[in-house]
């Protein structure tokens, strides 16, 4: 059974920076595709980042310059190094695994806070 958990989450000032990461287990083969998406209080869930498994990557614009998506394919592991945080990053931040057939698997989620 695939397994998605997220860490990293917290409480940051404007303009500081935090780094979540995730780990995926329970798959024979390797994700495809990892990456997270977000989902700010009265929103719909976006895409922030992805990467698939040969290191092509997708941001959203909000984040572009500000947000780098990294992962590590041997151990199912990504992670997203966030600088110059804004009050609007502050979201639910969603972890994802996605293999090359079937839908997404998800993690709980991690909550970010960017305020004074």
């Known amino acids: 059974q695939v397994q998605v958990v997220e860490s990293g989450g917290g409480l940051v000032q404007p303009g500081g920076s935090l780094r979540l990461s995730c780990a995926a287990s329970?798959?024979?083969?390797?994700?495809?595709?990892m990456g997270w998406y977000r989902q700010a209080p009265g929103k719909q869930r976006e895409m922030v980042a992805r990467m698939t498994r040969r290191g092509v990557t997708n941001y959203a614009d909000s984040v572009k310059s500000r947000f780098t998506i990294s992962r590590d394919n041997a151990k199912n592991l990504v992670f997203l190094q966030m600088n110059s945080l804004k009050p609007e990053d502050t979201a639910v931040y969603y972890c994802?695994?996605?293999?090359?057939?079937?839908?997404?698997?998800w993690g709980k989620g991690t909550l970010v806070t960017v305020s004074s």
């Open positions: 994802y695994a996605e293999l090359l057939v079937g839908d997404p698997y």
């Open positions: 329970g798959s024979d083969v390797g994700f495809w595709s």
